[in-house]
Structures are given as C-alpha cells and as structure tokens.
C-alpha cells in the first residue's frame, strides 16, 4: 500500500516532467479527448437521461405529502444531480470506461516493450504517455459532466410531465429555486479532481504491468477498483472540505 | 565501439550478469549468443541504460553512459537504434508513422522530409506501398523489417536487435539477417545482436561472445566457433543433428 503509494508519487514526478515537443502534446491532448472524452459522450447522455427520469419519480412518491409544494421535487432533483449524480457516480461510470482503457492500453504498451523502444529513443515515456490523458480528461470531464446535469434534468422533467406526477410549470420553477452557483463550482471542482484520479491512477496501473496479457487484464481491474475507491474517498474529503 | 565493464545485474536474489566484461566493434555484426534465460536480453538492456547496473560502466565510444542523467543519456540515445524482440511497433500509429516518430520527436524537418526519410527507409528494407496499414494488419516478418526502417530512420550510429529473427520462418530469418548485415556495413554502425540462432551465427556473426548462466564464457567468430573445444560452447553449438553434421 505505502509502496504502491510512494512509487506513484515518483511516476507523478516523471509525468509533469518537461515535455520534449510542445506541438506534439498538443496534438495529444486533441486525439485523447477524443478517445477519452468524445467517445463517452453516448454512455453518459444516456444514463444521465434516465437517472434523471427516475430521480424525479422518486422524489414525487417520497414527497407525497399536502404541505410540501410540488415544485420541491424539481428543486430536489436538481440538489441531487448536481451535488452528488453528475460529479460522482458519473465520475465512476468513466473510472471504469475510461480507467480500464487507459490501464490496458499502457499495460500492454509496457508488456509488448513499446514503452522500451520510447524511452531508447530518447523519448520520456511517462510524459508522452501519461500527462496528456491526464489532461485531455481534466478539460474534458468537466464538460461531459455539464452535460450530463443538462440531461438529466431534462430528464427528470420528462418523466415527471409523462407520468403527471409533476406539472412542466412547477417543475421548470424547482429547478430555479434558490439556485445557488457555488453548487456548480462545487461539482466541477470534484470533477477536475476525479479526473485526475482517474486518469493518474489507472496510468500508474498500466505503467508498472509486468508479465503479459493476463496481467493487462488484471492491472486494468485493478485501475478501476482503486480509482472508484478514490473517487469515494476524495469525494468525502472534498464534501467535507467545500461545503461544511 | 561499446564497452561493458565488469557489468553485474541482480534481480531480487537471483544473479543473471556477473561481472561481464566485453566489448562490441564498429562496423561489425557483434552477436550475443547463448541459451534462452542465460541472460542475453539483461544484458542488452543494461547496455542501452533500460536497466541500471549494479556494478559495473557501460562505455559508448568511451562515453561513460551508465554515469549519466537522463537527460545526458538522451543525447547518446538519439544515436541508439533498437530493435525489440516482438518488433514493439506503436499500435496506434500506422506504418510510415511509426517509422517517422524519431524524427517527429527529435529533428526540425518538415513533415515532406520526415516522409521521405521514412519512404527510404521502408524501401530500404522492402516495404513498400504499406505506409498506411497499422501493426496488426503486418505479418511477423514485416513487423521485424519496419522496425528495423523505424530503428535507422534518425541515421543511428548504434544498432541493437534482440534476437531479430525469433518466430520466423527460415527464410524470412534470413532475409532479416542479411538485411541487418547490410545496414551495419553501408552506415559503419556498431550493431549488437542477442540470438540463439545457429544460422545467425554462421552467416552472420563477425564477433561472437557466448553468454552461459550470466558470465561471458567464449569469445571469437563464425570460423573459430566451429572448432572450440569449450564443453558448454559445444553443448549449444551442436545442439541437433545439423550442426553435428555441419562439423564433420
Ligand atoms: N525484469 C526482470 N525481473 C526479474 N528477473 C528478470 C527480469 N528480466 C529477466 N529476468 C531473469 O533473468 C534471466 C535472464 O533473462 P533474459 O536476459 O531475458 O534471458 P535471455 O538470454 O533468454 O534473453 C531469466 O532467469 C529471467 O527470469
Ligand atoms: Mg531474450
């Protein structure tokens, strides 16, 4: 554990090292945020759209009550999907899209000495490798997740309009009661921050793979075990820190 | 010219170099030969600083490579050409690509020149009309040949090929063979090849140095191997029937 902790640290080092082209990282941070960033853009729309639905329909039934207004619920659903659906359990969602991408790919890169031949050209490998999913994802991220509290809102208002559970009116006016900025800060900032895990963890899983293809399969399970258990801990951490 | 010093290499509790002392020259074939595990591999890794020595100096025309940071190492490395065992292609670059990354990373040519280059190269070693396919669409051979394109792309002036010809068929071993042969003497590289082909080392091996269990154990070429009396040499010199044959 203490060994796994400190040898990431050290790859860290390596990763925000001097990068040696400038143009080239440019260019790689464009083609990871497409492999990492655009191609998630499915997956989360559409489990968004349908949380949100079901967030909603929830709400209704649990605040079924004569003295709470309707427009609670919307208000609710939107508390709840910013605050806690959108940053977290869709940052879980890409832990395991994208951190089991990212692990096998550098794994088998290490496996099969491609990552050998970079660094004997001269090249250093955990920076060309590492440090432009780390930050295609951190740009990124917080856009797919933009996105997925748009959706799910939507959503959420469509079910509640289908089922006749919550009028368009009263909904539309919950979504902008009392509406609070930093709610938003809040979740981008936990965003950026599981980005990050993500991305760095699984890179380090990858990068240290030896053996052959049944330890890229492992070192990619194990990528997404420990980013989620991250994304957990920090995600208490950052609560705690950010709105206590 | 490469020299290694005394180089000792210990993984956990297990020795696989020690105290190897032996020197590779310009312009020749210096073949690396012994059984698999006996610690090849390690040692050429050693060599070009992919692992750190335990005890011991690596001399790159008396440069001491083992004393050096990584960024002093990367001037020497642009002058290293490798060939990996698997051939260690980019996956996700197609052919011309891969051939064309040393030169994307390291030089200021524009990109008609890099293509060029990387146009001579893939015919040096007869590829052509490829450019455009990816690693996974190559057979084993082609894979091996555009490695080698990609490893003389940034004109090395040091060439390493870990066993080159491994999971190939006879002749494509040999063409692969001749091919390394030609490059090292058209460019006067000081070329370092790990194999326990037998024909390798007739055809090619200018100056061969036998590994057995992590020490240099023989040293000489294809004309004096055939007649050694050095018990471990015979044992894996004349391992089949062939060579046996051969002999008489
Ligand atoms: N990274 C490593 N960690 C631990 N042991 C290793 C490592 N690389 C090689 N070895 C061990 O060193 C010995 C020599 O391996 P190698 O140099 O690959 O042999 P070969 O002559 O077939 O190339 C083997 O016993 C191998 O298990
Ligand atoms: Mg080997």
Known sequence: ?244 | MIEAKNVSKTFGDHQVLKNVSVKFEKGKNNLIIGQSGSGKTVLMKCLVGLYEVDKGKILFDDRNFSKMSFAEMKEIRQEIGMLFQGGALFDSMTVEENVMFPLSMFTRQTLEERRDRANFCLSRVNIVNSNKLYPSELSGGMKKRVAIARAISNHPKYLFCDEPNSGLDPKTANVIDKLINEITQEYNITTVINTHDMNSVIEIGDKISYIYEGQLWWEGDKTTIMHTDNKELNDFVFATELTRKLRK
């Open chain 1, 1 to 244: 554990m203490l060994r796994h902790l400190g040898q990431y640290l050290l790859l860290m080092i390596q990763v925000f090292k001097k990068p040696e082209k400038k143009s080239i990282y440019l260019n790689r941070i464009f083609f990871e945020m497409d492999k990492l960033g655009l191609d998630s853009i499915g997956i989360v729309a559409f489990i968004s759209l349908f949380v949100g639905a079901v967030l909603t329909i929830q709400m209704a039934f649990n605040i079924d009550s004569p003295i709470v207004p309707i427009y609670t619920i919307g208000f609710a659903t939107r508390k709840s999907i910013i605050l806690e659906f959108a940053p977290t359990i869709i940052s879980l969602i890409l832990a395991g899209k994208v951190g089991s991408r990212i692990a096998s790919e550098i794994g088998t890169m290490r496996v099969t000495e491609q990552i050998d031949a970079l660094e004997i050209m001269g090249v250093n490998p955990a920076t060309y490798l590492i440090f432009p999913k780390i930050i295609a994802s951190m740009v990124f991220n917080p856009l797919l997740i933009l996105m997925s509290i748009a959706l799910a809102i939507l959503g959420g208002w469509l079910s509640g309009l289908f089922s006749g559970l919550v009028g368009s009116y009263e909904y539309v006016y919950g979504i902008q009661f009392q509406f609070q900025m930093y709610d938003v800060t809040y979740a981008m900032i936990k965003t950026v921050v599981f980005a990050f895990l993500i991305t760095s963890i699984s890179g380090y899983f990858g990068y240290y793979t030896k053996g052959g293809s049944l330890e890229v399969g492992e070192a990619s399970t194990r990528a997404v075990v420990v980013s989620s258990v991250n994304i957990i801990i920090f995600n208490l951490l950052l609560t705690n820190l950010l709105l206590a």
